[in-house]
């Protein structure tokens, strides 16, 4: 069997006087019609990225719904880990060939992992490209099979998709977090948008006292005195943890008493992940107030809660991104975030909230001086990027999201939404809107579209046809 993982316990009210209160209602609403509706999750690890703690929280919310949901991860050997690397970095179109071992690999893994699944379940969530191969070669059944994947796969190496994509055939839906982020020539017929979010009440993002974040940091050697800037990521070159590190020391020319934390996860998936956090040491040796700290070396949750909390600027300097997770929790901190323009990161900080979008060190250099310089403008950024957090990027959205696809997928009987609530979906990013509230509209002939963001309104506009055609929608 695959192996289980151990989840908590969780609940949908903890989420009261959190998360919009449409998005709970609708979360009830919706378990209804899936009540005992057996659902896996797969992925390659229990820790150390987005996917694992998303799925750490998803997990016991829908088995309290009423539904019955279990997390298992996939077996793999090193070699199998090293190609499934390769096959991510093609993914986001890295330059790179797989060679036939790597490939028989990939393969035998698949297989061995499908043998290794014998329940039953209504729907089977496969993560990312590791368990992919899972479906062709154990076979549909009754279930319906969703391949989530959380990276920008847009423009991807063609040998690396032409290898992946076969394995695709059968999935009944695929899912992305941004509509740009699919291949052209997917051979799944559905697809949905839906992005990632965060959990405000796991341990990372629970309110934490000042006193207690203080603490935390002083006991791991960060002083607090002085001006602290902050990444979050994995230790993989997506992220560029060298390129914030040559930011940190152009700033530092700036405001000579700055100090910079590189705080990442080492995980079971990504081997490539100790070649960068050797190089990032390297880099690092001689300056001591670059601090580099890992989940190998005690920093886990309350720790990167208190570096969200109390850094002055959050960085993520990502190259590639899919989403991003640690800009929204930076932001549902408060805390000002200097990040790259790419992926999902402009979706959560739309419209100019939260902080500076950037395209090379040099702009990132800026405009951590800029943000350390004006602290009032930085605070007010922060809390304009908490409040859209909100709206937007809370897990119950995600999960009503994911709930609404369940129910289409499920084709019993049609879905009829009580006339009193009713989901709305911004057409550009997917996203949950607040159709009694929001302001941001449009019509288009006899349909009338919502959206969270001016930006996303904006691109509507400037190509309607791509984004009715995909809802069905005709003029």
């Given at each position: ?24 209602e609708?979360?009830?609403r ?10 896996l999750?797969?992925?390659a690890?229990?820790?150390g990225?987005g ?5 750490r ?8 719904l009423?539904?019955v949901?279990?997390?298992k991860?996939i077996?793999?050997?090193?070699s199998f ?7 991510h970095?093609?993914?986001q179109?890295a330059e790179?060939?797989?060679?036939d071992?790597a ?6 893994n698949a297989?061995a992992?499908a ?7 209504d ?6 490209p ?10 549909k ?9 959380h990276?920008?796969t847009?423009?991807?190496n063609p040998?690396v ?5 076969p394995?695709l055939?059968d999935?009944?839906a695929a ?16 697809v949905?948008i839906i ?5 405000p009440?796991s341990?990372?993002?629970l309110?934490?006292p000042e ?7 002083g006991?791991?050697g ?7 800037v902050?990444?979050i990521?994995?230790?993989?070159p997506?992220k560029?943890p060298?390129?914030v590190?040559?930011a940190?020391?152009m700033a ?11 705080v ?6 990504d ?9 990032v040491?390297?880099?690092s040796?001689?300056?001591p107030?670059?601090?580099i700290?890992t ?28 989403f991003?997770?640690?800009v ?6 408060g805390?000002p975030?200097?990040a ?10 739309a419209?100019g909230?939260g ?11 800026a ?6 310089r004006?602290p009032?403008w930085a605070g007010?950024?922060?809390?304009l990027?908490k409040e859209?957090?909100r709206?937007?990027?809370?897990l119950?959205r ?10 289409d ?10 006339p009193?609530?009713?989901?709305h979906r ?21 349909n009338?579209?919502e959206?969270?963001c001016?930006d ?6 400037g190509?309607p ?11």
């Amino acid at each position: 069997m695959l192996k289980d993982v151990d989840v908590g316990e969780r609940s949908v009210e903890d989420y009261r006087g959190i998360a919009p209160e449409a998005i709970l209602e609708g979360l009830r609403r919706c378990a209804q019609d899936l009540q005992g509706a057996r659902v896996l999750h797969v992925n390659a690890t229990p820790y150390g990225g987005g996917v694992s703690e998303l799925l750490r929280s998803v997990v016991p919310l829908l088995n309290d719904l009423g539904l019955v949901a279990d997390w298992k991860i996939i077996h793999g050997d090193e070699s199998f880990f090293q190609v499934t690397k390769a096959i991510h970095n093609g993914l986001q179109g890295a330059e790179s060939s797989l060679v036939d071992s790597a490939l028989a690999a990939y393969r035998e893994n698949a297989e061995a992992n499908a043998r290794l699944l014998e329940e039953v379940y209504d729907f089977v969530f496969v993560h990312d490209p590791q368990p992919a191969g899972i479906l062709s070669f154990r076979g549909k059944g009754d279930s319906r099979w969703v391949w989530r994947c959380h990276i920008d796969t847009s423009n991807p190496n063609p040998d690396v998709w032409g290898f992946l994509r076969p394995y695709l055939n059968d999935y009944d839906a695929a899912v992305f977090t941004m509509r740009d982020f699919a291949p052209p020539d997917l051979p799944v017929r559905r697809v949905e948008i839906i992005p990632p979010a965060i959990d405000p009440v796991s341990p990372k993002n629970l309110p934490l006292p000042e006193s207690i974040a203080r603490q935390l940091l002083g006991w791991i050697g960060v002083r607090l005195d002085r001006p602290l800037v902050t990444q979050i990521s994995r230790f993989d070159p997506w992220k560029d943890p060298v390129g914030v590190i040559q930011a940190y020391r152009m700033a530092r020319r700036e405001i000579p008493a700055l100090q910079l934390a590189l705080v990442g996860s080492m995980a079971l998936d990504d081997p490539e992940g100790w070649e960068m956090y050797s190089k990032v040491l390297a880099e690092s040796e001689k300056d001591p107030s670059i601090h580099i700290f890992t989940n190998l070396t005690g920093v886990g949750n309350a720790e990167v809660n208190a570096f969200q909390q109390l850094s002055d600027v959050v960085v993520q300097k990502s190259l590639r991104e899919g989403f991003g997770l640690v800009v929204s929790e930076a932001l549902w901190k408060g805390t000002p975030v200097v990040a790259g323009h790419t992926g999902g990161i402009p979706l959560q900080m739309a419209d100019g909230v939260g902080g500076h979008l950037v395209k090379s060190v040099e702009e990132c250099a800026a405009s951590i001086v800029a943000l350390l310089r004006d602290p009032v403008w930085a605070g007010e950024l922060g809390t304009l990027g908490k409040e859209r957090v909100r709206q937007h990027f809370l897990l119950p959205r995600l999960l009503l999201n994911e709930l609404t696809l369940m129910l289409d997928l499920a084709e019993e009987r049609p879905i009829v939404h009580p006339p009193e609530w009713h989901v709305h979906r911004d057409p550009v990013c997917g996203m949950v809107v607040d159709g009694k509230t929001t302001a941001i509209r449009t019509t288009l002939g006899s349909n009338s579209f919502e959206f969270c963001c001016e930006d996303c309104r904006a691109r509507f506009l400037g190509d309607p046809d791509r984004y009715t055609c995909r809802r069905g929608i005709v003029q």
